[in-house]
């Protein structure tokens, strides 16, 4: 490796510390919350404008918000930009938005450390950095009229872009004020709004900035991209999880007009060429064999059975593998007078499905220095494991974000995996020439990153009141932080997310909740709402059969826990839906109602689904849902992402089932995986809490809740409760 | 071998092989990538053009079997089409990638039935995936846009 580094440092002419610096952070030394964003930013350009690294402001006055983070649905363009327009008083109709190149060091996360889209932060996390960002703006602006107009800053205002001075009547516009401003020294605490000065946060006016784009086939996703010289690649992935390419022939593929090489690369054999359908030809035309002999042995009826005997204490441990607790509180197994309840609880893998299969154009090796176009979640990671395979420095690896068509959590990947496989495609094809790796259906489904399968195994003891008054809980499910460089110290919590710290586990007196997280050949990935995705099904629909056991009504059961457990936001989202869902009065006839509410992401929802069984199968109709989500920056886009994260939720409630056999992925196309389509999409109504809380969550929250609600109406209506999802199997 | 197209009202001359899927024609010769890939095998409805007017899915559809038949883009939609007016004001895009072939979907819907009933959006519809789960807007903008077109 040091080798490596030298020549490399011949070629770069970075200095010696930065290569060894880079090197470090390139062999896996990356710990986050130990300042990372400077040393990965080693060898990035960084200047910056007058208006700091978020804000331009052009001649004309027009204003430009630079998005550090990915735009893939869910509304950052409108909601980032409408914070900076909110503070700088800008022209919200005049706001445009830019995404920001990869640099850690000044467009970090502030939550996680390093440049990156995830658990639902990009509002939080940068809802006091931009808002700071635009006030700081708007105070060079009132500086400099007040310079100019010798009048006291404090009697200037600022309104859609105008900076004005009342008594003198003096008015100029941000682009007549530029390059005074421009001058004034940014205050380092600009003063902030208060909440009811507030005129644009909040308002329906916080539309989406892309819809004219993405309305006309004009928006720029990577399959899209164009560039001199641009060349597809494709790649035969292995058949199996763990299988490796033992020999290939590529005799026929070569003969396939437009294809002009054909690579052996870590992950497969990359068929090159000049056309995307001719890269498919030649992929067709070409023979691999694969070495089988490290392949996963293991499908998922193997998996869920043995989950199934170690929650149920049967069956030995694999070497190294223990129950971990995540929640304890008295003596579980202590006996009692009241009812048991016991079920145990399904669930599969998942393919995310995003509707964009995942791509990468990169550049390697050429004068432009090693490039990626993009939609990058988590660029940070992806520089880092550019830089590794490209051997340089992971800050020079220059990104353009561009719109991504969907990700679920399914780009933001500690291996970088697709863009990792695209790399080194063009580093053998070097010269920096740009190489589009596309993958079909097919590839996407096949490489994994699943959502992991997870069992879950429940008794709970009830008081005389039917509430709980000792919950055991176990839940098997791989982890998805090991071995990463996020990996926690304690238990990986995004495992049990959802039950952990559950007001029904705090209003219980006994409590032993455990986790075990085998390892397997099948790699796991987050999944949009993450633990939730499995916990709060486990937890909601639990809370309906007991509510039932105990004979009380599953709002009121609710209310009394939440009460016990002090669990005030639950407590006003969970009425405020009931309120508008009319829960206390009947619902229209053939119909049963369904209600769940659960926190993720800092966010509380509440939903009440009503359902229809026509054939045998749930059909939803409406869907009333309650969220705290803090502050509400675009009402509209929250609901857009209730909406939508719904839609989610349900596809993985009645559909989404990856079924893996021998370590062989079965299901590649959505032939075989269906999802939810038009006529089984609800329609949902939003009711946003008020809230003067800094902004939570909102991308994810919204998914978790409808599983649960459904299984409840499902419940009512026909006495049977779900323990497997999907509901409907294929 | 050179075929010869009418893409959005202009003659194109594209060099493919004749079993070569409109979509990968359009997107990799015309320069016309508002049509997407999702699935390539006529699930997901990404690639929805319309051929004559009638939606179809260019991932399925060897150019050679399109002599003589006028095929519409969204790019040939021209960005005024009360249909893609009627998404904008609703903001129905998230992702978005799904949107052209959603929007191809009830333009054709709309051409042949100016007054839709529900049961009509789902029919024509359904072969048109969204992951994000936009369809409530889907629906509620091919109804505004039905609305605005009768008015
Ligand atoms: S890409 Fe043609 S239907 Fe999916
Ligand atoms: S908007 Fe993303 S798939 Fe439809």
């Keep these: ?730 | 071998m050179a075929t010869s197209l009418e893409i959005n009202g202009r003659r194109v001359q594209v060099e493919a092989a004749p079993d070569t899927p409109l979509l990968w024609v359009l997107r990799d010769e015309a320069g016309l990538t508002g049509s997407k890939y999702g699935c390539g095998v006529g699930q997901c409805g990404a690639c929805t053009v319309l051929a004559d007017g009638a939606p179809v899915r260019s991932c399925s559809l060897p150019v050679s079997a399109l002599a003589g038949i006028k095929i519409t883009t969204i790019e040939g939609l021209g960005g005024t089409h009360p249909v893609q007016e009627a998404w904008m004001r609703l903001d129905v895009p998230q992702c978005g990638y799904c949107q052209s072939g959603q929007i191809m979907s009830a333009v054709a819907l709309l051409a042949g039935n100016a007054n839709p009933t529900d049961a009509d959006i789902d029919a024509a519809m359904d072969g048109n995936i969204c992951r994000c789960g936009a369809y409530q807007r889907i629906r509620a903008a091919i109804r505004e846009a039905a609305a605005q077109s009768r008015a």
């Excluded at chain 1, 079909?440 to 994994?448: C, I, K, L, N």
């Excluded at chain 1, 932080?481 to 710290?501: F, L, N, Q, R």
């Excluded at chain 1, 959505?670 to 809490?689: G, K, M, Q, W």
């Design chain 1, 1 to 730: 490796m040091n080798a490596h580094v030298d020549q490399d440092a011949a070629r770069t002419g970075a200095t010696r510390r930065e290569l060894v610096v880079g090197t470090a952070l390139v062999s896996g030394a990356l710990l986050v919350g130990c300042g990372p964003a400077d040393l990965l930013s080693v060898g990035a350009k960084t200047e910056v404008g007058a208006f700091g690294p978020f804000i331009r402001i052009a001649a004309d006055g027009a204003v430009t918000v630079f998005n550090k983070h990915i735009e893939f649905g869910q509304g950052t363009h409108a909601g980032l930009a409408a914070i900076v327009a909110e503070e700088l008083d800008a022209d919200w109709s005049r706001v445009s938005v830019e995404q920001a190149p990869a640099n850690a060091k000044l467009y970090a996360n502030t939550l996680i450390g390093v440049q990156g889209t995830g658990g639902s932060t990009a509002i939080p996390n940068s809802w006091m950095q931009l808002r700071k960002a635009g006030a700081a703006a708007r105070a060079m602006f009132t500086g400099a009229a007040a310079a100019a107009w010798k009048v006291p800053e404090a009697e200037i205002t600022v309104k859609d872009g105008v900076v004005s001075h009342t008594a003198s009547g003096k008015s100029a516009g941000f682009g007549e004020l530029l390059e005074a401003a421009s001058e004034i020294a940014p205050p380092e605490e600009p003063k902030l709004k208060s909440h009811a000065d507030f005129t644009l946060i909040g308002t329906d006016r916080v539309r989406r900035k892309d819809s004219r784009a993405k309305s006309t086939g004009e928006a720029r996703y990577t399959q899209d991209v164009k560039m001199e010289g641009l060349l597809t690649a494709v790649v035969a992935h292995a058949p199996r999880f763990g299988a490796k390419v033992s020999g290939f022939d590529d005799a026929e593929a070569r003969k396939v007009a437009g294809v002009v090489d054909v690579i052996e690369i870590p992950t497969g054999v990359a068929v090159v060429a000049r056309s995307t359908w001719a890269a498919l030809q030649g992929r067709n035309a070409l023979k691999v064999t694969w070495d089988e002999s490290k392949a996963e042995p293991l499908g998922s009826a193997e998996i869920e059975a043995k989950y199934a005997e170690w929650a149920a204490g049967k069956g030995a441990l694999p070497d190294k593998l223990k129950w971990e607790t995540f929640e304890t509180r008295g003596d579980a197994a202590a006996g009692g007078e009241g009812e048991v309840f016991e079920a145990t609880y399904d669930f599969p893998f998942l393919a995310h499905a995003t509707m964009e299969p995942m791509n990468c154009v990169a550049q390697v090796g050429g004068q432009g220095g090693t490039r990626l176009t993009v939609a990058s979640q988590s660029p940070t990671m992806d520089q880092l494991n550019t830089a590794r395979i490209a051997m340089t420095l992971p800050g020079s690896v220059q990104i353009e974000n561009l719109f991504a068509g969907g990700s679920f959590g399914r780009r933001a990947n500690f291996q970088s995996d697709f863009v990792a496989e695209c790399v080194h495609i063009a580093k053998k094809v070097g010269k920096g020439t740009p190489v589009k790796l596309v993958w079909t259906r097919e590839d996407d489904m096949m490489a994994g990153y699943f959502r992991p399968l997870t069992h879950h195994r429940l008794k709970v003891r009830l008081d005389k009141d039917g509430f709980p008054a000792a919950w055991t809980h176990r839940v098997v499910t791989q982890s998805l932080m090991k071995g990463s460089p996020m990996a926690p110290k304690g238990i990986d919590s995004s495992t049990v997310e959802g039950a952990m710290g559950s007001p029904y586990l705090k209003a219980t007196p006994a409590v032993d909740g455990q986790v075990l997280m085998p390892e397997l050949g099948i790699p796991v990935l987050w999944w949009r709402a993450v633990g939730s995705t499995h916990t709060a099904f486990v937890m909601e629909h639990t809370i309906d059969q007991l509510a039932r056991k105990a004979g009380k009504d599953p709002v009121a059961y609710r209310l009394a826990l939440f009460e016990k457990a002090g669990a005030s936001r639950h407590i006003a989202v969970l009425k405020l839906a009931a309120e508008k869902a009319g829960w206390d009065k009947p619902a229209p006839a053939g119909v049963t109602r369904g209600v769940a509410v659960h926190e993720s992401f800092g966010s509380v929802v509440a939903q009440i689904a009503e359902v229809r069984i026509v054939d045998g199968v749930p059909k939803v109709g409406r869907v009333v849902s309650a969220i705290d989500c803090g502050t509400a920056i675009s009402p509209d886009q929250i609901a857009a992402q209730v909406e939508g994260g719904t839609c989610y939720g349900l596809s993985a409630t009645l559909h989404d089932e990856m079924v893996v056999k021998a370590g062989a992925v079965e299901r590649q196309n959505f032939d075989t995986y269906p999802v939810l389509r038009n006529s089984e999409a609800p329609t949902v109504e939003t009711h946003i809490l008020p809230s003067t809380n800094p902004p939570s969550g909102v991308g994810e929250p919204g998914t978790p809740v409808i599983g649960p609600a459904v299984a409840n109406a499902v419940l009512a209506a026909t006495g049977k409760a779900t323990f497997r999802l999907p509901m409907i199997r294929a």
